[in-house]
Nanobody
Framework: VQLQASGGGLVQAGGSLGLSCTAS????????MGWFRQAPGKERDFVAA????????YYEDSVKGRFTVSRENTDNTAYLLMNNLKPEDTAVYYC???????????????WGQGTQVTVSS
């Protein structure tokens, strides 16, 4: 499956951004979807994930209550809605797909190209 992430940009602290990840092919519903982020000089960290059906979601502690992950299988798209953004959320955000949801980046099989999110103070 090929993934295309979009929706990044520049926003002031306290603002909101929505990211999308669109998958090619007709097997999107077979994959759990994860969102990760990587700041300069840092490792790629887990942000959020959603199971194949979309019924269950998981979040990294620092984004709980601010970010919402979801998916629409009929559109082959996963979403990450980010509210109350903070400067420390600045990073390149990646979407990824795996047969079973995981918080571990190295366990994912397919990756989008990444989209930059910059939060100014």
């Amino acid at each position: 499956v090929q993934l295309q992430a979009s929706g990044g940009g520049l926003v002031q602290a306290g603002g909101s951004l929505g990211l999308s990840c669109t998958a090619s092919g007709r097997t999107f519903s077979r994959y759990g979807m994860g969102w990760f982020r990587q700041a300069p000089g840092k490792e790629r960290d887990f942000v959020a994930a959603v199971t194949k059906t979309g019924y269950t979601t998981y979040y990294e502690d620092s984004v709980k209550g601010r970010f919402t992950v979801s998916r629409e299988n009929t559109d082959n798209t996963a979403y990450l809605l980010m509210n109350n953004l903070k400067p420390e959320d600045t990073a390149v955000y990646y979407c990824a797909a795996r047969r079973y949801m995981s918080r571990v980046a190295s366990e994912y099989d397919y990756w989008g190209q990444g989209t930059q999110v910059t939060v100014s103070s």
